[in-house]
């Protein structure tokens, strides 16, 4: 099983600050600045956050122990409010991801990243919302998101 304390203090720091970053990429991705939106949207991803403390694989379990019991003035907490959260979170994954497949175990890797895009996706599909207009049908997730999720997913991969 791969720890936590197997990395550096700017690894682990990379491992625990891109959950909170892929957030607010996903946050800002369906363009949306209404405030009832974000709300639920950030609601969405705490409870990720939460579940992982609960999660089969252990090493995300530590993950999510260690962002809980971090120093809530340690985090950001401005607002999401642009396109720059989706490029860097999308950086994030793509730097986390390498990090993972060098230093830590298949499996410990492959959980993260899937964790990772179980969290954008949850996100994503917290508020439904019309495409098209006022008589078209409501989705779950937007063009927009859709293309942030697929790019992360690229991103937790290549």
């Given at each position: 099983?791969?720890?936590?304390?197997?990395?550096?203090?700017?690894?682990?720091?990379?491992?625990?600050?891109?959950?909170?970053?892929?957030?607010?990429?996903?946050?800002?991705?369906d363009g949306s600045k209404n405030a009832l939106v974000?709300?639920?949207?950030?609601?969405?991803?705490?409870?990720?956050?939460?579940?992982?403390?609960?999660?089969?694989?252990?090493?995300?379990?530590?993950?999510?122990?260690?962002?809980?019991?971090?120093?809530?003035?340690?985090?950001?907490?401005?607002?999401?409010?642009?396109?720059?959260?989706?490029?860097?979170?999308?950086?994030?994954?793509?730097?986390?991801?390498?990090?993972?497949?060098?230093?830590?175990?298949?499996?410990?890797?492959?959980?993260?990243?899937?964790w990772l895009l179980h969290l954008a996706t949850e996100?994503?599909?917290?508020?439904?919302?019309?495409?098209?207009?006022?008589?078209?049908?409501?989705?779950?997730?937007?063009?927009?998101?859709?293309?942030?999720?697929?790019?992360?997913?690229?991103?937790?991969?290549?």
């Open positions: 099983m791969t720890e936590l304390s197997q990395f550096d203090d700017d690894e682990r720091a990379l491992i625990l600050n891109t959950p909170g970053v892929v957030l607010k990429g996903t946050v800002v991705s974000f709300l639920k949207e950030v609601t969405a991803g705490a409870k990720v956050f939460k579940e992982a403390r609960k999660h089969e694989n252990a090493f995300v379990k530590s993950v999510a122990q260690a962002l809980r019991e971090r120093d809530p003035e340690s985090s950001e907490d401005e607002l999401p409010v642009d396109d720059v959260a989706m490029s860097e979170a999308l950086k994030l994954a793509a730097d986390v991801a390498d990090l993972l497949r060098r230093k830590a175990t298949p499996d410990d890797a492959a959980a993260y990243t899937a996100v994503a599909s917290a508020v439904k919302t019309r495409q098209g207009g006022l008589f078209s049908k409501k989705v779950a997730i937007n063009e927009g998101e859709r293309m942030f999720l697929d790019d992360l997913h690229q991103a937790l991969t290549a």
